[in-house]
């Protein structure tokens, strides 16, 4: 189920920041880096080009062919059909190999965004069958949007958004930032940018400023690219977990002991948000286990 707000207020920031990470983690750890590097090339605009004088219904099918493509779902098969409803669209997930989704009847004369509303509802058919599910249905909703962002058709999602008053508009559980911030994420694992494709100027906004974000987390310690300020907080946090030989917990950051062994510090790997833990002893290089990406640190 994809929510849609045209004409209300959006939100912004960044609320549901620990779940979008969740979701991240929890991808990679199904997927297993190797099919996780096939999504290496995001749906392209031209597979998505719907406009005026293509037949609806046979535009329609064209694009969720695209998506079913994209996703690697050969024996699925979309059936598309328009209704009113309060949602921009739904899905209803079974055995397959027939899936059945409903978009809202405003996509009749909104075609450009109909490949946002159906990358997110044929991801919920993929994370079907996945078995890779949240608990709830906000939760859930968080995962399919992230997902869809990271493997490669979200930036559809994200350039549905615009604010233009009345016709203000947004398509999915995540804030524009958010949106932003996976795609971000995206863009440094696979070496894509998705910014030549924003017809949005909000859009594109957003975009920045979630590469900001990530670009952020990816100068915190024990990261070797951190600065100045952060590294003294860091080695403050150091000095007081080593004296008082114990755990000391941080959200960016914690300190253990194990046994005789070294100080050992844990942190999140800023590509896939898995905790890696490396032994306390200056300047090393620590390869993710999840997703492999080489992280030059500094501890």
């Known amino acids: 189920m994809a929510t849609g707000t045209p004409g209300g207020e959006i939100a912004h920031g960044y609320p549901h920041l620990d779940t979008v990470r969740a979701s991240l983690t929890a991808l990679h750890r199904r997927l297993s880096y190797d099919t996780v590097s096939t999504f290496d090339t995001s749906v392209l605009p031209v597979d998505v080009a ?13 694009v969720a062919r695209a998506m079913v493509l994209h996703l690697r779902l050969p024996d699925a ?43 997110h509802e044929v991801m919920h058919v993929y994370l079907h069958r996945l078995d890779l599910a949240f608990p709830g249905t906000r939760d859930n909703e968080i995962l399919t949007d992230t997902a869809t962002a990271y493997l490669g058709a979200g ?12 016709l203000s508009q947004k398509l999915g559980y995540l804030t524009p930032e958010e949106f932003g911030y996976v795609l971000a994420l995206r863009a440094e694992f696979f070496g894509e940018d998705p910014a030549p494709w924003f017809t949005s100027p909000q859009a594109y906004d957003a975009y920045t400023a979630g590469r900001a ?24 946090a150091r000095r007081a977990a080593h004296d008082a030989q114990r755990t000391a917990p941080d959200r ?26 490396v032994p306390v002893r200056g300047r090393l290089q620590a390869r993710c286990g999840l997703c492999h990406t080489l992280l030059d640190c500094d501890t």
């Open 77 to 119: 098969r979309m059936v598309v059909s328009f209704r009113t409803m309060e949602h921009a669209a739904s899905v209803e997930l079974a055995a397959g190999p027939e899936y059945f989704i409903e978009l809202n009847e405003r996509f009749r004369s909104h075609r450009k965004d109909i490949g946002a509303a159906l990358a």
């Open 252 to 277: 960016e950051y914690g300190f253990a002991f194990e046994g005789p062994g070294p100080q050992r510090v844990s942190f999140p790997c800023p590509a896939c948000l898995q905790r890696v833990r």
């Open 213 to 236: 974000r990530a670009r952020d987390e990816a100068r915190r310690p024990p990261l070797a690219a951190a600065g100045w300020a952060a590294r003294r907080r860091y080695a403050r």
């Open 155 to 166: 930036w559809l999602l994200l350039d549905a958004y615009r604010e233009h008053g009345p």
């Open 50 to 62: 719907f406009d005026d004088t293509d037949d609806l219904h046979l535009g329609v099918q064209r």
